[in-house]
């Protein structure tokens, strides 16, 4: 089975979903999946491990709902602006993170989403412990899309979720992409080939922030507020096991982690406090049965499997 | 007759904390010659390496290359001005297949390598290329193999071929024959050779008979200092040399 059927699979699936399941419930499934992708990029691709990816993900809802509620921006421009706005913070903390490397930039994108947290605390636009409320659905696209409506609005989700999925792939599968896998490789065999491998990773790094401020403006659109919790170091590492559960450095891992995770605090969220020992106790048992993540596990057991029946 | 030496380092010197590891190294390197740095263990050879290459940055002493100073710039920078180095370790990138690595380098060049929005199938051209240099170095059937599946040997000739890949108008190799079998050694030493018809080599390298057979000059390191300089039949009788590689003779 290759890629691209696997691709048209989970598209079929994802456009007869909102029939049969709740489609806020999938409209979140989606802006996680979006975010996940989006820090995949970052450590499956060229190798860097943040700890603080939220900050981009929280920012950029603010930012999104702000432009909507107190500017009166159509949606379409407030997430575009929310995405841009993320990618200002990238190359900010970025430009200084990517001069260290391991634990040393995991820890300075932990320190940097510390910072952004407590601005999202104190600032006064952000509604501080309450959070961006009642953000409005207004209309897109000039009242093109009456997105008050939850179907409408899951397909509108659905093709922003395609299209940074698609932007993702293609940045992995372009000339970039190819350098940015070689110095993940091997770092210093690319410098030695005359590659500038902080540039490369430098840019990494705003394309994945970029990205994942789109994931939480769309988020804020969709649930109508932006949240403090967003922005907590709580959630740079719900989406580490997101990406995790699913498979580092695959193309459809992050999407099935962000679903598996969602759906299990979704339904488990009436055993309150638990859903953490619960999730602490699935990734524990990932990480020691599916060292590569349940996508990357499976992709392997496959290759081995066609190659056996080919010979 | 300046234009006759590639490469020159002047008064090269390297401390670490007090530690002076390269003291004072003068170096010239000849024109399309195979020049080899040599030395007992911690004689300094692979932090001269180092330096030459800006992996490390020298604490004084100029280097210059084409009549260029060079001191001061980036690794990659000196890449790109065609001063290739090699690495100890097998330098490969393990999980890319064995055409992947090579096409790394060829697609250096071509200035797209920041184009994140287009496809990378732009760089099925350079396969041509890359096979050719595959083959050259004896790996053609293994083109698709990721390269962490090849044997050390292999590895290295791997490595090499990246490296022609640049057109490098001097290659630096850090212990070419490290870790070889016998088979291996020879057939490396052979494609050292005909690298170098119309390139510089400077190598540093322990295996002597790899030396004797191959080099043009060679630079003798002791404890951090250049001791004795020439072609291999006047060195190798070099009393101090001797007294560094085996000692007195008294205990």
């Known amino acids: 089975m290759s890629t691209r059927n696997v691709g048209f699979l989970l598209l079929a699936v994802a456009l007869v979903a909102p029939w049969v399941a709740y489609p806020v419930f999938l409209m979140t499934a989606l802006c996680f999946a979006l975010f996940a992708c989006a820090f995949n990029l970052l450590i499956g691709y060229a190798g860097l491990m943040s700890f603080g990816h939220a900050m981009f993900f929280g920012l950029a809802g603010y930012v999104c709902g702000h432009a909507i509620k107190v500017w009166g921006w159509p949606p379409e421009l407030a997430m575009l602006g929310g995405a841009l706005a993320a990618g200002a913070l990238g190359v900010v903390t970025g430009a200084l993170a990517i001069r260290r490397q391991g634990i040393y930039f995991a820890m300075i994108t932990l320190a940097f989403s510390q910072m952004v947290y407590f601005f999202c605390l104190q600032a006064p636009f952000t509604g501080g412990e309450d959070g961006l409320q009642g953000i409005p659905r207004s209309p897109m696209l000039g009242g093109l899309l009456p997105v008050h409506n939850d179907m409408v609005l899951y397909y509108v989700v659905l093709a922003i979720f395609l299209f940074g999925f698609g932007a993702i792939y293609r940045i992995i599968h372009s000339p970039f992409g190819q350098v940015l896998k070689a110095i993940r490789e091997n770092e210093q065999r690319a410098v030695s080939l005359g590659y500038n491998a902080d540039r490369y990773k430098l840019v990494a790094f705003i394309l994945s922030a970029t990205l994942a401020g789109l994931a939480g403006s769309l988020k804020a659109v969709v649930m109508q507020f932006a949240t403090l919790t967003d922005v907590t170091a709580a959630m740079s590492g719900e989406v580490v096991l997101m990406a995790l559960v699913g498979g580092i450095g695959t193309i459809f891992g992050p999407v099935v982690g962000a679903v598996i995770i969602i759906t299990m605090q979704n339904y488990l969220a009436a055993t309150g406090e638990w859903v953490l020992v619960i999730q602490g106790v699935i990734f524990v048992a990932i990480v020691l049965a599916f060292r590569k993540g349940i996508v990357g596990e499976i992709a392997d057991r496959w290759r081995a499997y066609s190659a056996g029946s080919r010979k | ?251």
């Open chain 2, 1 to 251: 007759m300046q234009n006759d030496i590639i490469l020159e380092a002047t008064g090269l010197t390297k401390e670490f904390l007090g530690f002076v590891a390269v003291k004072d190294v003068n170096l010239r390197v000849r024109r399309h010659s195979i020049h080899a740095l040599i030395g007992p263990n911690g004689a300094g050879k692979t932090t001269c390496f180092n330096l030459l290459t800006h992996f490390l940055v020298p604490t004084s002493g100029r280097i210059r290359f084409n009549g260029v100073d060079i001191t001061g710039r980036s690794p990659a920078a000196i890449a790109r001005m065609g001063l290739v180095r090699s690495f100890q370790i097998s330098a490969v990138f393990p999980h890319l297949t064995v055409r992947d690595n090579v096409r790394v380098a060829l697609q250096r060049p071509l200035r797209n390598s920041f184009q994140f929005w287009r496809s990378d199938s732009m760089l099925d051209r350079l396969n041509d290329r890359a096979l050719a240099l595959i083959e050259a170095v004896g790996l053609a059937p293994y083109a698709g193999l990721p390269a962490v599946e090849l044997p050390y040997g292999r590895k290295r000739a791997l490595e090499i071929a990246t490296t022609l890949a640049l057109e490098p108008e001097m290659l630096l190799l850090d212990e070419p024959m490290a870790g070889l079998a016998h088979e291996d050694i020879d057939r490396i030493a052979q494609l050292i050779r005909k690298v170098a018809a119309d390139r510089t080599v400077l190598m540093v390298e322990h295996n002597m008979s790899v030396v004797a057979d191959l080099s043009d000059t060679i630079t003798v390191l002791a404890r951090g200092e250049k001791l004795a300089e020439g072609p291999y039949a006047e060195v190798s009788k070099h009393p101090q040399v001797i007294e560094a590689y085996v000692g007195t003779g008294h205990g």
